[in-house]
Protein backbone atom coordinates (compact mmCIF):
# COMPACT_ATOMS: atom_id res chain seq x y z
CA UNK A 1 0.00 0.00 0.00
CA UNK A 2 1.20 3.52 -0.92
CA UNK A 3 1.81 6.15 1.42
CA UNK A 4 -1.01 8.03 0.52
CA UNK A 5 -3.62 5.13 0.55
CA UNK A 6 -2.35 4.59 4.09
CA UNK A 7 -3.16 8.20 5.31
CA UNK A 8 -6.61 8.07 3.48
CA UNK A 9 -6.84 4.25 5.68
CA UNK A 10 -5.46 5.89 9.12
CA UNK A 11 -7.72 9.20 8.61
CA UNK A 12 -10.85 6.94 7.88
CA UNK A 13 -10.63 5.09 10.91
CA UNK A 14 -10.29 7.65 12.97
CA UNK A 15 -13.09 9.40 11.82
CA UNK A 16 -15.01 6.13 12.23
CA UNK A 17 -14.29 5.72 15.65
CA UNK A 18 -16.97 6.03 18.65
CA UNK A 19 -15.29 8.70 21.29
CA UNK A 20 -14.58 5.63 23.67
CA UNK A 21 -12.37 4.19 21.36
CA UNK A 22 -11.00 7.52 20.33
CA UNK A 23 -10.23 7.19 23.96
CA UNK A 24 -8.93 4.51 24.90
CA UNK A 25 -6.46 5.02 21.50
CA UNK A 26 -5.60 7.94 23.50
CA UNK A 27 -4.69 5.85 26.66
CA UNK A 28 -3.13 3.33 24.72
CA UNK A 29 -1.02 5.86 22.84
CA UNK A 30 0.07 7.34 27.00
CA UNK A 31 0.60 4.02 28.02
CA UNK A 32 3.11 3.32 25.03
CA UNK A 33 5.29 6.66 25.40
CA UNK A 34 5.46 5.81 28.65
CA UNK A 35 7.06 2.79 28.37
CA UNK A 36 9.25 4.74 25.59
CA UNK A 37 10.44 7.01 27.78
CA UNK A 38 11.76 4.21 30.24
CA UNK A 39 13.32 1.91 27.35
CA UNK A 40 15.04 5.62 26.58
CA UNK A 41 16.17 6.46 29.87
CA UNK A 42 17.64 3.13 30.56
CA UNK A 43 19.48 3.69 27.43
CA UNK A 44 20.30 7.04 28.79
CA UNK A 45 18.87 8.07 25.03
CA UNK A 46 17.97 11.68 26.57
CA UNK A 47 16.28 13.00 23.06
CA UNK A 48 14.24 10.51 23.21
CA UNK A 49 13.50 10.47 26.41
CA UNK A 50 12.55 14.05 26.39
CA UNK A 51 10.16 13.44 22.96
CA UNK A 52 8.48 10.71 24.79
CA UNK A 53 7.35 12.46 27.79
CA UNK A 54 6.43 15.54 26.31
CA UNK A 55 4.30 13.46 23.90
CA UNK A 56 2.61 12.26 26.86
CA UNK A 57 1.94 15.95 28.51
CA UNK A 58 0.34 16.85 24.67
CA UNK A 59 -2.11 13.52 25.30
CA UNK A 60 -2.29 14.42 28.81
CA UNK A 61 -3.10 17.91 28.07
CA UNK A 62 -5.58 17.12 25.20
CA UNK A 63 -7.84 14.29 27.67
CA UNK A 64 -8.18 17.15 30.27
CA UNK A 65 -9.18 19.86 27.66
CA UNK A 66 -11.88 17.28 26.15
CA UNK A 67 -13.82 17.19 29.29
CA UNK A 68 -17.61 18.00 29.39
CA UNK A 69 -17.66 20.23 33.14
CA UNK A 70 -21.20 18.95 33.11
CA UNK A 71 -20.79 15.54 34.73
CA UNK A 72 -19.30 15.24 38.31
CA UNK A 73 -17.11 12.46 36.94
CA UNK A 74 -15.22 15.31 35.01
CA UNK A 75 -14.10 16.86 37.78
CA UNK A 76 -12.35 13.52 38.94
CA UNK A 77 -10.35 13.11 35.86
CA UNK A 78 -9.70 17.07 35.90
CA UNK A 79 -8.28 16.48 39.23
CA UNK A 80 -6.43 12.94 38.08
CA UNK A 81 -5.25 14.41 34.83
CA UNK A 82 -3.39 17.22 37.05
CA UNK A 83 -1.77 14.94 39.44
CA UNK A 84 -0.53 13.23 36.10
CA UNK A 85 1.09 16.51 34.55
CA UNK A 86 2.52 17.36 38.35
CA UNK A 87 4.48 13.69 37.71
CA UNK A 88 5.13 13.70 34.09
CA UNK A 89 7.09 17.08 34.96
CA UNK A 90 8.71 15.43 38.14
CA UNK A 91 9.52 12.48 35.66
CA UNK A 92 10.87 14.93 32.82
CA UNK A 93 13.04 17.19 35.54
CA UNK A 94 14.40 13.91 37.31
CA UNK A 95 14.64 11.54 35.04
CA UNK A 96 13.60 8.74 37.51
CA UNK A 97 12.31 5.38 36.47
CA UNK A 98 10.36 4.93 39.85
CA UNK A 99 8.14 8.00 38.72
CA UNK A 100 6.68 5.81 35.53
CA UNK A 101 6.95 2.38 37.62
CA UNK A 102 4.12 4.69 39.47
CA UNK A 103 2.70 6.11 37.31
CA UNK A 104 1.98 3.47 34.27
CA UNK A 105 -0.31 1.43 36.54
CA UNK A 106 -2.72 4.21 37.47
CA UNK A 107 -3.32 4.99 33.71
CA UNK A 108 -3.46 1.34 32.68
CA UNK A 109 -6.33 1.15 35.20
CA UNK A 110 -7.99 4.21 34.27
CA UNK A 111 -7.81 2.95 30.43
CA UNK A 112 -9.44 -0.56 31.20
CA UNK A 113 -12.12 0.97 33.29
CA UNK A 114 -12.88 3.07 29.88
CA UNK A 115 -12.75 -0.34 28.38
CA UNK A 116 -15.10 -1.85 31.01
CA UNK A 117 -17.68 1.18 30.69
CA UNK A 118 -17.74 0.92 26.83
CA UNK A 119 -18.17 -2.76 27.07
CA UNK A 120 -21.32 -2.39 29.44
CA UNK A 121 -22.87 0.47 27.37
CA UNK A 122 -22.35 -1.26 23.95
CA UNK A 123 -24.23 -4.09 25.63
CA UNK A 124 -26.83 -1.93 26.78
CA UNK A 125 -27.27 -0.36 23.57
CA UNK A 126 -27.80 -3.90 21.95
CA UNK A 127 -30.20 -5.10 24.04
CA UNK A 128 -32.16 -2.38 23.87
CA UNK A 129 -32.16 -2.32 19.81
Do not use: H, W
Not at 37 to 43: D, F
Amino acid sequence: MNQYGYQQYKTQSINTMTKAEMLILLYDELIKRLTRAEMALKNQNFTAFDEAVTRCKEIVDYLASTLDKKYDISKELSRMYEYFQFELARLSAGRKTEIITELKPLIIELRDTFKEADKINSGEKAKSK
